[in-house]
């Protein structure tokens, strides 16, 4: 998908305020009690996920997150279907107080390489 450059710039952005798990590092963390949180749209999640997510669309990120997330210490992993919904959601996490939020290196796309 072409995206502009100024989304570009706000995602590319957001990858630099917050950590990312590599997809061949994601089982490891998850086993550790990450929580795993699908940003992406219903109709996504619902074709595809990632057994075990919680899914919360991008668009209502920060009406639901406190509601299904209330400690801000819990360890997330946000994950999209490649990098920039992932990155740009982990790092409004962050800006919401959560402490230990990581986003998917890849998205799904490149964790379904793996398995």
Excluded: W
Aim: charged share 30%; with cysteine; aromatic share 6%.
């Amino acid at each position: 998908m072409a995206y502009t450059k100024k989304f570009q710039n706000l995602a590319d952005e957001a990858r630099s305020r917050v950590k990312e798990v590599l997809p061949e590092d994601f089982d490891d963390v998850l086993a550790k009690g990450a929580i795993v949180l699908d940003i992406r749209d219903k109709e996504e999640h619902d074709a595809d996920h990632i057994e075990g997510s919680l899914n919360i669309s991008r668009g209502k990120l920060e009406m639901l997150v406190e509601s299904m997330i209330p400690d801000l210490d819990t360890s997330i992993i946000c994950y999209c279907n490649a990098f920039n919904r992932g990155a740009l959601s982990a790092d409004t996490l962050r800006s919401l107080g959560y402490s230990n939020v990581r986003f998917l290196a890849g998205g799904l796309n490149a964790y379904r390489k793996l398995v």
